[in-house]
């Protein structure tokens, strides 16, 4: 298995874009969750999904941010508009079972000017 | 409410010096508990993990945790750290609910001086 797929791995944009961020989990798991990684404020869970449906969105920051699982196959985390202090690692991770291991992918490196 | 304290916020050992990172976690119910290891630069990945059987879990690369359950910890340890240890350590909890969540500890940062 490939594992977690993310991509870009890297996305530099300006303030005030949209910014579309996609995952591919492992193929047959049934969770899948987005983090946000920064210096400042750590690893922060912003939303999970369980068979495509979010459970808990209490993570988002704001309004700005908005994700979709369209299938079992694929999700977006979407930023817009952008600002400086969205700029973080965000990873999104996949686990199979519940209380089972999760599974992190590369992560993408958003830099927001 | 699940949580995880990770009261260690940096240790800074020599190399072939003993380690022991601490975690306590609460949590009512039957738990898993995890360890996950972020070298600089890349993403977390498995150390080890402990779902029932021996509290005593071995992971890759030498790491070790014990789950003592009437203490509600998970602690990590090497008997011998290597510079390639350098990194961040994150303990986790996480439940058999099908609404839960893996809850990470605030991380452990690991420097080695060669």
């Known amino acids: 298995d490939a594992g977690v797929i993310q991509s870009p791995r890297h996305e530099v944009t300006e303030m005030g874009q949209e910014v579309t961020l996609r995952c591919k989990p492992i193929?047959?798991?049934?969770?899948l969750f987005w983090y946000r990684q920064t210096m400042m404020r750590g690893l922060e869970l912003l939303i999970y999904f369980n068979n495509n449906v979010p459970i808990d969105d209490s993570g988002m920051p704001e309004d700005r941010f908005s994700a979709k699982m369209p299938n079992a196959s694929f999700s977006t985390l979407k930023i817009q508009p952008s600002e400086p202090r969205d700029s973080a690692v965000y990873f999104c991770?996949?686990?199979?079972?519940?209380?089972?291991?999760?599974?992190f992918g590369p992560g993408t490196r958003l830099t927001v000017l | 409410a699940q949580s995880v304290s990770q009261h260690n916020h940096h240790v800074i050992l020599s190399e072939a010096a003993s380690l022991e990172l601490g975690c306590n976690y609460s949590?009512?119910?039957?738990?898993?508990l995890f360890w996950y290891v972020q070298y600089p630069g890349q993403h977390l990945q498995l150390l080890l993990k402990y779902f029932s059987g021996d509290p005593l879990v071995k992971g890759i690369k030498g790491f070790e945790a014990e789950f003592i359950k009437s203490k509600f910890s998970f602690n990590l340890r090497k008997p011998s750290v290597q510079w390639s240890d350098t990194a961040e350590y994150f303990c986790a909890v996480d439940s058999y609910s099908s609404a839960s969540k893996i809850i990470f500890g605030s991380g452990t940062r690991l420097s080695i001086r060669p």
């Open positions: 949590y009512g119910g039957t738990v898993n």
């Open positions: 193929s047959g798991h049934d969770y």
């Open positions: 991770a996949s686990r199979g079972l519940a209380g089972g291991t999760q599974y």
